[in-house]
């Protein structure tokens, strides 16, 4: 009697073991198998979602911005020049980012729309346009204008520099969702300052009114001057971290982690006609780094 309750009791335990496993494999197969079903994590919160690997080769550019992506002073005196643009260049001797990246289809699927003067709330309207050439990368290049005022009081305040921006980056992410943006840090204005300034032909220019908050009375280092410059100097920096906060936020911008603040622009790199804008080979040096940022397969630290 012992051994057929034993038997009886061992044939039930099978049975419900049985019975357990097939549940267990309907549920997997419910799921798909043995992956983890999709939804909430073990904490509750959704999974983040995987950042877009950055496409090192993309295969159409428009470039937005202002007087320095269109070459302004490479050329000739007080004009633009876009043949020589860092982004969409075509003179052999800058090699712009277009022609590193694109070659021989560069003039063809390169576009500039920026615009000398132009200022972060004139960006919406440049992105507007942009958007028409379906581009897969876009370069952004803006913030001079916004501190090159008449006096340090008429600059942009941060809080208006980074509502423009952001307003910028929504109108482009309405229609170009999936684009990539290279955002480059706005130039270090005091040490184009101090480069220029001992150019007597570059400081006649500036009196005509190039960035007055930063080259009026070039050679004034007394303590107001030199806390004009300072201001000026500050409003920059803060620019720059609007533009690095504003990109970290969308998934396929990148920054250029100050790389173009950080140049330091020498006599050879500044244009002979205004000493303060990029020359032909500053144009050159800019698109270097931009190429060097595109192509890297991760950000810059």
């Not at 994590?41 to 080769?57: E, F, L, N, V, Y």
Request: proline share 6%.
């Amino acid at each position: 009697m012992r051994n057929r309750r034993h038997r009886s009791r061992a044939v039930a335990a099978l049975a419900a073991a049985a019975f357990l496993g097939t549940a267990s494999l309907t549920a997997c197969d419910a799921q798909g198998g043995n992956a983890s079903a999709p939804g909430p994590s073990a904490h509750g919160k959704p999974s983040p979602r995987p950042t877009p690997a950055w496409d090192t080769t993309p295969r159409s550019l428009v470039a937005i911005g202002d007087s320095i992506t269109r070459g302004f002073d490479a050329c000739s005196v007080l004009s633009d020049c876009p043949e020589a643009s860092w982004a969409t260049g075509t003179d052999a001797e800058v090699r712009s980012l277009a022609s590193r990246l694109l070659g021989k289809r560069a003039a063809s699927h390169s576009w500039n729309h920026a615009k000398t003067g132009a200022r972060v709330a004139d960006l919406a309207g440049q992105v507007e346009r942009a958007v028409v050439e379906r581009p897969e990368l876009v370069t952004v290049m803006v913030g001079a204008n916004d501190a090159c005022r008449s006096t340090p009081a008429a600059m942009t305040p941060v809080a208006r520099f980074r509502a423009d921006f952001q307003e910028a980056m929504r109108t482009l992410r309405r229609s170009l969702p999936k684009a990539q943006v290279y955002v480059s840090s706005v130039p270090d204005l005091k040490r184009l300052w101090s480069q220029g300034r001992t150019n007597a032909l570059g400081k006649q220019v500036w009196k005509l009114g190039i960035c007055s908050a930063m080259l009026a009375d070039p050679d004034d280092l007394g303590a107001e001057a030199s806390e004009r410059r300072e201001s000026v100097q500050d409003r920059v920096v803060a620019y720059n971290e609007v533009l690095e906060e504003v990109c970290e936020k969308d998934r396929r911008c990148r920054y250029d982690g100050g790389a173009v603040f950080d140049y330091r622009f020498d006599g050879d790199q500044l244009s002979h006609w205004d000493w303060f804008h990029p020359s032909k080979n500053g144009q050159a040096r800019l698109a270097e780094l931009a190429y060097r940022q595109v192509t890297a397969r991760k950000p810059p630290a």
